[in-house]
């Protein structure tokens, strides 16, 4: 069966633009969550949703805002860019609830803020 | 606060063994996990570990010691496929999912 799917794979935006980022979990799985990856600082994890509800959410401002359609597909927002939100943006699902056992990555949404 | 510490790189021969280490401080703890990242590529899922011991799959083990708030991952008969960053990943009581940094392997042929 197909993958988790990520678009767009590579963007560019400049400061103050804003961005959304879309994830096609495996099908099946209700569960989505979001991660920042940077150069040493590995995956920080952004939020979570199963069955449309954010079950809970990273420690980041409140520019990064997210959300899950009734379909599973997820969406994660964030407005009024910083160069520091240059990263890649990676998408995980799972098929149950708090799935965090094993999760199922995209190849994730490069971001270059400049 | 939570957190994982595991080495930020580990350098090992071609057909030799490997560990890479993790421990963690977590207000609670349902299990740890470990994933393989190739560069430019998405993490692939390779263990889990809930109970105390050693979970064997193929060439990759995984271990955990849960007094020890410890674990690891031990690679053997090592390919150059094997070059990575490897992730060890828990959750925690508050629910929130937590990743190490990483470890960089590099296999010297």
């Known amino acids: 069966k197909a993958g988790v799917t990520q678009t767009p794979r590579y963007l560019i935006k400049t400061r103050g633009q804003q961005v959304t980022l879309s994830c096609s979990p495996i099908?099946?799985?209700?569960?989505v969550s979001w991660y920042q990856q940077t150069p040493g600082q590995g995956l920080q994890f952004l939020f979570e949703?199963?069955?449309?509800?954010?079950?809970n959410k990273g420690n980041f401002p409140g520019r990064f805002s997210g959300r899950q359609f009734s379909n599973s597909r997820s969406e994660m927002n964030v407005s009024t860019l910083e160069l520091g939100d240059s990263a890649l943006y990676l998408c995980?699902?799972?098929?149950?609830?708090?799935?965090?056992?094993?999760?199922?990555f995209g190849e994730g949404s490069r971001l270059t803020v400049l | 606060g939570q957190s994982l510490e595991q080495p930020s790189e580990v350098t090992a021969v071609e057909g030799a063994i490997v560990q890479i280490n993790c421990t963690y401080q977590?207000?609670?703890?349902?299990?740890l996990s470990w994933y393989q990242q190739h560069d430019g590529g998405a993490p692939t899922f390779l263990s889990y570990?809930?109970?105390?011991g050693l979970e064997e799959t193929g060439r990759f083990s995984s271990f955990l010691s849960r007094s020890d708030s410890y674990g690891y991952l031990l690679l053997q008969e090592l390919q150059m496929k094997d070059s990575a960053s490897y992730f060890c990943?828990?959750?925690?009581?508050?629910?929130?999912?937590?990743f190490g940094k990483g470890t960089r392997l590099h296999i010297l042929p």
């Open positions: 995980a699902s799972s098929y149950a609830d708090r799935g965090g056992r094993e999760l199922f």
């Open positions: 099908s099946g799985h209700r569960s």
């Open positions: 949703y199963f069955s449309e509800t954010q079950r």
């Open positions: 977590t207000s609670g703890f349902y299990g």
């Open positions: 570990n809930a109970l105390d």
């Open positions: 990943a828990v959750r925690g009581r508050d629910d929130k999912i937590i």
